[in-house]
């Protein structure tokens, strides 16, 4: 069993940065892809940012410029860098890392207000 236990959360206002982070309770073996993906108010779940094990990495057009992800194997952990936020970016956040199984986190709040 593997919990995603994510952290980073929080409000910001428009223009400002919040870095997420997303751990594993242990070391996975085989992993194909780690990921955020977000769920804004009356949208469905959508892709943000993925990450494979050898360090290629794939953006929603959305976010492009703004968001970086990155991951500390050594760690079990994974991140997601967010500047230039802007209000249309308020969702909650989701850990996702995906192997022979998918694992998710519990989601975590981001909302940019002024």
């Known amino acids: 069993q593997v919990q995603l236990v994510e952290s980073g959360g929080g409000l910001v206002q428009p223009g400002g940065s919040l870095r997420l982070s997303c751990t594993a309770s242990?070391?996975?073996?085989?992993?194909?892809?780690m990921g955020w993906y977000r769920q804004a108010p009356g949208k469905q779940r959508e892709l943000v940012a993925t990450?494979?094990?050898?360090?290629?990495?794939n953006y929603a057009d959305s976010v492009k410029g703004r968001f970086t992800i990155s991951r500390d194997y050594a760690m079990n952990t994974v991140y997601l860098q967010m500047n230039s936020l802007k209000p249309e970016d308020t969702a909650v956040y989701y850990c996702?890392?995906?192997?022979?199984?998918?694992?998710w986190g519990q989601g975590t709040q981001v909302t940019v207000s002024s």
């Open positions: 242990r070391t996975i073996f085989n992993i194909y892809t």
């Open positions: 990450i494979t094990f050898g360090g290629t990495t």
């Open positions: 996702n890392l995906r192997s022979s199984k998918s694992y």
